[in-house]
């Protein structure tokens, strides 16, 4: 048993060295052709001849949907628990506070009557996310230990008990007719639609992509390094000069922020929005779905977040021994997380830094540059 | 006076750790501060450092009052600290940990100075540039925690047990660096178990017992002192 994991790990290093070492035309091919991949994705033409890979209960494109936001999420989220290592229970919440505001200003459900356009309030709505993150760190990324945990969990059930229970946030009833991103095709219909996800699935492809290069920037400058060092010994990253209180609220407030536009997204798209979509559950299933596919590591992130949500929607319509597999999603999940914590407790795709620091001095470790 | 600690108490909670201690570290002086276990050694380090809040008293850098100011803002005044328990991190390289002890340092020609002068001190650390923290032996460790927190070219060196786990010649070695650090203008604060060697090597050294200081002298003097002799020399 264990030396076939060995290996499947040691294989795995190995394509994670022939990755690495390969020249860096190659990289930017294979790269360029697994974005082109899932650009082409949502076209019928295209994902037809993908064998088992569309799911049969359920329509394709608006899974895709479904899936770029919790892989946009999950981007997110790594800031805070995978690069700053800061346990967000709540994430949800956040997502919550940017659709609710979206919805609020926008539905003409709302006892504002704001009626503002959708473009207009995505900075608004991301600009409170962020300030509702600022405002649950403030206080308690002072604090050493669980606090955070508690605290945002705690916020998720705030936000969801207000939505479930305040006439202001509408409730079960919800908001309706929340409008969509502008945008005409040259026939005069709009672009961004219910019936057609494909143009919301793009917009979030592209979003994920430019949130991708952007963390991979932070990632590699003096901010990353100094989130890197708070994660690994927060005592002694306060005595190389880390300011680490500032770096923690940053990594918070950034990924709160993500969240915020995720949200937005979701409420233009699904031009609903009620109290419904924001079961706690879904914020352990991010978390989960992080650290399944490697906490620290961007495509261990993006991998884990698409990997969970499409594998959640793919047991639609599949009947085992006359069950539907669907009803037992979150059984199989919890399985799958349990043998891949005793296995592979670094994720799927981990952090060379962060699989040192698992590994410790089980094994000669390199990192290298 | 480079340091100046007059009267600080600490509190753990209701415990009270140090008791309205005071003590002065010169430029260019090694200091050493020598204690059973449980004394407050380590706490005097950590209120120094701004790692714990003191409950009164001042602690005085270059003439300015630094008791309030937060630990990172101490780190760019010249202070640092190579922690007990060596607190390398563990997923970063030899190299990586070193960088992130220049971490509040901008100067690039100097901070490749301070490089190339730690792994000449520590040749050992050069030979293992690659290797994660993590994964070096508990005396590498060590080695690095010093180097690291010279890396920051401070002022003043709070070293806390740099000797701790480190094989007889090890011991020697590091106190040998120690003081060529020393020599080479860095102000050190140094916490040891290993009194004997401590001592022989400081300036000056205070013993600190639950939380007082209870003596004060120059190094020799300390080391000839009969009472240090028998509580923290092994000798009878
Ligand atoms: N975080 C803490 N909470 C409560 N009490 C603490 C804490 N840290 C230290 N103490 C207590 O404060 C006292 C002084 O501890 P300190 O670590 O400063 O000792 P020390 O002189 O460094 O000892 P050693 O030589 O064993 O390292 C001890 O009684 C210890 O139990
Ligand atoms: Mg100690």
């Given at each position: 048993m264990t030396t076939v994991l060995e290996r499947v790990r040691s294989g795995r290093e190995a394509a994670g060295e022939r990755w690495r070492g390969a020249p860096r035309w190659v990289r930017w091919a294979l790269l360029v052709a697994v974005i082109a991949f899932f650009y082409a994705l949502p076209n019928r033409e295209f994902y037809q001849?993908?064998?088992?890979?569309?799911?049969?209960?359920?329509n394709f494109t608006q899974v895709l949907f479904t899936v770029s936001i919790y892989v946009l999420l999950a981007v997110g989220l790594n800031i805070v628990v995978?690069?700053?290592?800061l346990l967000d229970l709540g994430y949800f919440g956040f997502f919550a506070v940017g659709a609710y505001t979206v919805a609020v200003l926008t539905?003409?459900?709302?006892?504002?009557?704001?009626?503002?356009?959708w473009l207009l309030v995505v900075p608004l709505a991301i600009g409170l996310t962020m300030l509702s993150g600022v405002m649950l760190g403030t206080p308690t990324l002072r604090l050493r230990g669980d606090y955070l945990a508690i605290v945002t969990l705690g916020f998720a059930e705030m936000i969801r008990i207000a939505a479930v229970s305040s006439e202001f946030l509408k409730g079960q009833r919800g908001f309706n007719q929340i409008p969509h991103p502008p945008g005409k095709y040259?026939?005069?219909?709009?672009?961004?639609?219910?019936?057609?996800?494909r143009p919301y699935y793009w917009l979030v492809l592209t979003l994920i992509i430019l949130v991708v290069i952007g963390v991979r920037n932070l990632t590699h400058s003096r901010v990353g390094r100094a989130w890197i060092s708070i994660r690994e010994d927060e005592d002694a990253a306060q005595l190389m000069g880390v300011p680490t209180f500032k770096f923690k609220l940053w990594a918070f407030a950034s990924g709160a922020a993500i969240a915020g536009l995720a949200g937005a997204l979701f409420a233009g798209k699904q031009n609903f929005v009620n109290s419904q979509n924001f079961e706690l559950l879904n914020s352990i299933i991010i978390l989960a779905a992080v650290i399944f596919g490697g906490s620290g590591n961007i495509v261990g992130a993006i991998v884990g977040g698409g990997l969970v949500a499409y594998m959640i929607e793919r047991f639609r319509g599949i009947e085992l021994f006359g069950v539907e597999l669907y009803e037992y999603r979150f059984l199989i999940f919890g399985l799958v997380l349990v043998v891949m914590m005793i296995f592979r407790p670094e994720g799927l795709i981990p952090n060379r830094r962060r699989a040192a620091e698992f590994k410790d001095r089980r094994k000669e470790v390199i990192v290298g540059e | 006076m480079l340091l100046e600690i007059e009267d600080v108490s600490l509190l753990y909670g209701r415990i009270q750790a140090l008791h309205g201690i005071s003590l002065t570290v010169a430029e260019g002086e090694i200091v050493a501060l020598i204690g059973a276990n449980g004394a407050g050694k380590s706490t005097t380090m950590r209120a120094i450092s701004g790692i714990r809040p003191i409950a009164t008293g001042s602690i005085r850098f270059e003439g300015e009052d630094i008791s309030k100011l937060r630990a990172d803002l101490r780190v760019r005044r010249g202070l640092c600290q190579a922690p007990e328990g060596r607190g390398i991190f563990p997923g970063m390289s030899v190299l990586e940990n070193l960088d992130m002890g220049a971490y509040t340092r901008r100067d690039r020609a100097g901070i490749a100075e301070d490089l190339a002068r730690v792994l000449d001190l520590f040749p050992r650390l050069a030979e293992r540039r690659k290797q994660a923290g993590g994964t070096l032996s508990g005396g590498e460790q060590q080695m690095l925690a010093v180097g690291r927190a010279l890396m920051s070219r401070p002022k003043l060196l709070l070293l806390d047990e740099p000797s701790m786990g480190l094989a007889p010649m090890l011991i020697q070695q590091i106190f040998d660096i120690i003081k060529e650090i020393n020599e080479q203008g860095t102000t050190v604060l140094l916490v040891e178990q290993n009194a004997q060697q401590a001592l022989a090597r400081a300036h000056r050294a205070y013993v600190l017992e639950t939380g007082k200081i209870v003596k004060t002298g120059t190094g020799a003097e300390l080391l000839h002192d009969p009472a240090v002799k028998e509580a923290y020399l092994g000798v009878a």
């Open positions: 001849y993908l064998g088992p890979i569309p799911t049969p209960g359920a995978g690069f700053a290592g539905s003409p459900s709302s006892n504002l009557k704001t009626l503002w356009p040259a026939d005069g219909k709009p672009f961004f639609g219910v019936l057609d996800a | -």
